[in-house]
């Protein structure tokens, strides 16, 4: 679950905390797996045409699914995968990766293997896919590659005009995905169908277990499949841990205040540098600063009338969700509020901008695992409610996943998550303020898995920061990847252990690297967040 941030590729998370509605309603208890009759044949692997890909060594091909686990003989499609063989003696096995989203392509994430200390990685063959209706895959959903643009009206609704606008704009974009030449994808994109897809690569690699390596929404694909598939589980890491409590609507919720409390704690990063962003050395006047900022905008857009108060918002958000870029952002956002130029801020909105492909499925998978509120009367009450304290991300966030509203395929039931079936150890990993899949989150499915273990990124603020170069965490994780051991667990509802988080990056040193696959991720997060 995750949401991104910059080039459309991220998803968003979604989380919350309001009242009821269907889609908190108690999930059902874990359904038997349904790839029991289908076996995919064998996949044909060949050269990739992705650089990286070829660089690493990868080969890529396709496996071939049902469009309907239910219907195993009937329609199929194929999805892309890629896989970097293993080159050490002490072979540990499959190791399948999940980038985040819902609607994160993850081909390139088989290349994960070269980032962790030790050459633990050289153990494994490690399996990266684009899951159904992503990327590669075929077929892949497209609604309305021209939802994106610049200078949008304001995110919140002030104005009945503005109130018909998003809701408007929002259901169009519905309709869309229901006119899409793939819409037969719609019924069959929930989360138990890519555990099914998950099933179905085990099996046309004729391994009897699987690893895995999940972040953000692909942490809650780990649980899903642990629940359904214990006896197949090896080793599987949870990096930003989606709350099976909040799936999907709460989720939103839950995000709306924790973006707002971390975007505060970048203000103060900015105050504590005022000769580097010039923006003086009180957070609180900064702050201001930006509201007053996006009235400016609101008011007279800036560089030749293209970036309004969505614009900057999006890009601001990227800060609440990493440290990597807190110098850049800061940088651009100081340029712009004294007027020197908005092109910093206009260029990296507009790297963002892309194929609604991740955005489309992201609201595939999420609008249909369960059903959300199907008034528009609570979701205004929610908004209007979180924004009075928690302006920050909230109507951006309603906006961005409003399509739910009118969804054009029917929600399902989500599976109850549980690892008491699971007999062997899981690593999770989550930051303290990790504000798309808050910290709650982790501690709640460490509860769920008995056997699972919980390093703490203690303060820290990115989301899904793992092998980001700390090595109290990232040697943690090779050595359980390699011996299976993870840090023995503490009683109580806490992290088994404490770890540095990212740094906070310091103007005038450089730009911080984001280490080894953690680059493709920030990138990736950016995308989905800028549609709306």
């Given at each position: ?13 979604t ?21 029991a009759?289908?076996t995919?044949p ?8 992705d650089?990286?890909l ?18 195993p003989?009937g ?64 077929p ?18 002030r ?17 869309a ?19 099914r897809?998950m ?20 942490t ?24 099976p409590?909040g ?9 709306n205040?924790?973006?707002?409390q971390?975007?505060?704690?970048y203000?103060r ?39 309004g108060?969505?614009?900057l918002n ?5 800060a609440?969700y990493y ?9 651009a ?16 909105f ?22 959300w509120?199907?008034?528009w ?11 009075a ?14 399509p739910?509203l ?5 929600a ?26 808050p ?7 460490r ?14 603020t ?12 990232d ?16 009683p ?27 680059h ?13």
């Open positions: 679950m995750k949401r991104v941030v910059a080039a459309f590729s991220a998803a968003a998370l989380v919350g905390l309001a009242g009821t509605s269907v889609a908190q309603a108690a999930p059902a208890p874990p359904a038997a797996p349904t790839t009759g289908y995919p064998p996949i044909n692997w060949v050269d990739c045409t650089p990286d070829v660089d690493a060594g990868a080969k890529c091909g396709y496996v071939t699914v049902p469009l309907n686990y239910a219907r003989g329609s199929k499609i194929k999805l892309y995968v890629s896989r970097v063989m293993h080159t050490s003696l002490d072979y540990k096995g499959v190791a399948l990766v999940n980038p985040g989203g819902p609607g994160g392509a993850g081909v390139r994430m088989s290349r994960l293997g070269g980032w962790l200390p030790g050459n633990v990685g050289d153990k494994y063959d490690w399996i990266g896919w684009d899951p159904r209706g992503v990327g590669g895959s075929r892949a959903l497209h609604c309305n590659n021209r939802y994106l643009g610049f200078d949008r009206p304001n995110y919140v609704p104005t009945a005009d503005l109130m018909r606008f998003w809701r408007h704009k929002t259901a169009r974009y519905s309709n995905c229901g006119d899409a030449t793939a819409s037969r994808l719609l019924a069959h994109v929930k989360t138990k169908d890519s555990v897809d099933e179905s690569i085990r099996k046309a690699l004729g391994v009897a277990k699987i690893s895995f390596y999940g972040f953000s929404y692909g809650y694909l780990g649980q899903v499949y642990a629940t359904l598939h214990p006896s197949r589980v090896g080793r599987f890491v949870f990096d930003g841990t989606v709350d409590r799936v999907w609507y709460k989720a939103n919720l839950a995000q205040v924790a973006f707002d971390n975007i505060r704690r203000w990063y900015l105050a504590n540098h005022p000769a580097a962003f010039r923006l003086g050395t009180d957070p609180v006047a900064i702050r201001r600063g930006y509201y007053a900022t996006l009235r400016r905008l609101d008011n007279r857009p800036a560089y030749h009338g293209r970036i108060p969505d614009e999006d890009v601001m958000v990227g609440a440290r990597y870029g807190w110098v850049d952002t800061g940088l956002y100081s340029k712009l509020v004294r007027r020197v130029t908005a092109k910093p801020i206009h260029d990296m507009a790297g963002g901008l892309g194929d609604d492909n991740g955005y489309a499925m992201y609201l595939g998978t999420q609008c249909t695992d369960v059903q509120p199907k008034l009367s609570k979701w205004k009450a929610d908004a209007w409610r979180q924004h304290n928690h302006p920050f991300l909230t109507w951006n966030n309603t906006w961005y996943n409003a739910c009118n969804w054009p395929a029917r399902g039931i989500p599976v109850q998550v549980t690892g008491a079936n699971v007999d062997v150890p899981i690593l999770m990993i989550n930051e303290t303020f990790d504000a798309a899949t910290y709650a989150g982790s501690i709640e499915v509860r769920r898995f008995p056997t699972a273990s919980l390093i703490e990124g203690v303060n820290g990115t989301h899904s920061g793992s092998l980001s170069g700390i090595a109290c965490t040697d943690a994780i090779a050595a359980y990847l390699d011996t299976g051991v993870v840090p023995p667990r503490l109580g509802d806490r992290s088994d252990k404490e770890c540095a988080p990212v740094p906070a990056p310091q103007p005038g040193a450089g730009r911080q690297a984001r280490a080894g696959i953690a493709d991720r920030d990138d990736l997060l950016f995308g989905f967040r800028l549609f709306g």
